[in-house]
């Protein structure tokens, strides 16, 4: 029996499942609210050309391996317990400055081909646990460190550093419990080899890629000046960074950038608009999320996750701290709360396809576990008023 081809956007849509949640939401709101003219002028075209312009240029820090350094030292600690702060705490800190998504897409393939190599595969899926958790609240401290962050941070009007002063705190809550939880970890052979031996991760850097090296540098300093300042020249700044990687390496926009991404996120900003147009629920969720933005942030976003969550509570925030708080607090109760959770399970269940279920349980006990340590904290830090 011949086998019949699949069509593509099928094909697609069942492979991204956000992106299917958010396109139906989307369709569900137009039905639900008639668009308009506002509806195009009410989509944060802001966030989105900045979004674009940040996948475009960290695909160019992929592509031409800038981390490699970095990694490399990664073969050369001895000590398992070493290793893992090591991991871990470089997600922590670069997810600060390249997204929670991005640093977990360069570090947990690290893990595994390390773990593999010195026979320690049993720790694999508590030290990804523990690196996911590093990403999503390392990434709390900056206005780009995530998606939620660098949307929320753009509707605000707050100055970066009254944003970064608000999180840090609970940053630096987190940075010690991470400590802990990897002592713990460890408690019964602290002093473990890695069993790995020096071992080199990845390639030198070759001495004809030093150009595009310092310009994709270049290009990431101008989006993060662009973001910092709030500068209204953005459009054209815009055309500027895609323009120029278009021109000196046009395959990162034709093959690399993650456009699903930023279609999701269009459908969803469709989706909020058109739920805040609507009187009725408008109206409701005006009454319900003022005054509970913090646990209308955690909730909501073990539903639709916690980007979109942001998008669509923020027109009825009141304390924009407590929102923040609750979307970064998220991603700690189960996989769905965030989207870096998701891309840290996928990459997982490519190299272990039949651990899918064993994955999700011992995730979700190690994040509740710490989520039970910030929860409260968080809670409280939220009547700090920005």
């Known amino acids: ?33 008639k668009p308009s ?19 475009s240029v960290l695909e160019g820090f992929k592509q031409e391996n800038i981390f490699n350094p970095i990694l490399n030292l990664a073969g ?6 070493g290793l893992t702060f090591f991991l871990v705490f ?18 947990v393939p690290i893990t595994i081909i390390l773990f593999r190599a010195g026979d320690k595969e049993r720790f694999i899926i508590p030290v990804l646990t523990l690196e996911n958790i590093a990403a999503v609240r390392g990434s709390m401290l900056m206005p780009f460190g995530s998606p939620q962050n660098l949307f929320l941070y753009a509707q605000s009007g707050h100055s970066a550093p009254t944003f970064m002063l608000h999180m840090l705190p609970l940053c630096a809550l987190s940075e010690a419990l991470l400590c802990v939880f990897i002592c713990f970890l460890y ?16 390639e030198d850097w070759k001495p004809e890629g030093k150009t595009k090296r310092i310009f994709y540098l270049t290009l990431f300093a101008i989006v993060i000046a662009t973001i910092v300042t709030r500068t209204t020249l953005w459009p054209y700044i815009t055309l500027i960074v895609v323009g120029a990687i278009a021109i000196f390496d046009h395959k990162i926009l034709t093959k690399k ?16 608009s058109s739920i805040c147009a609507n009187p009725t629920i408008s109206q409701f969720l005006s009454k319900a999320v003022a005054g509970n933005e913090y646990w209308w942030g955690i909730l909501l ?25 609750g979307v970064d607090s998220a991603g700690l109760c189960s996989l769905i709360g965030s ?4 891309i840290n399970y996928r990459i997982y269940v490519r190299e272990y396809p039949s651990n899918g279920g064993k994955f999700i349980k011992k995730f979700t006990l190690i994040s509740l576990c710490f989520f039970a340590f910030v929860v409260i904290p968080g809670y409280l830090l939220s009547a700090w008023s920005f």
């Open 301 to 325: 976003s073990q539903v639709i996750s916690n980007v979109p969550a942001s998008i669509v509570l923020w027109p009825f925030t009141k304390n924009l701290g407590a929102l923040l708080y």
């Open 187 to 202: 408690r019964k052979d602290p002093v473990q080899l890695t069993g790995v031996g020096e071992k080199k991760i990845a």
């Open 257 to 272: 950038v993650d456009y699903v991404l930023l279609l999701t996120f269009l459908c969803f900003f469709v989706f909020s």
């Open 339 to 342: 989207l870096a959770s998701v």
């Open 90 to 107: 470089c997600v922590f800190f670069s997810s600060m400055f390249v997204t929670n998504d991005v640093s977990l897409i360069i570090f």
């Open 76 to 81: 050369k600690i001895s000590r398992q317990r």
């Open 1 to 33: 029996m011949e086998n019949k081809k699949t069509n593509p956007i099928i094909a697609l849509f069942k492979k991204e499942l956000m992106l299917s949640v958010s396109l139906l939401a989307a369709i569900i709101s137009l039905i639900i609210t």
């Open 37 to 55: 003219a506002q509806l195009v002028k009410d989509i944060d075209w802001k966030t989105l050309a900045t979004l674009l312009m940040m996948l």
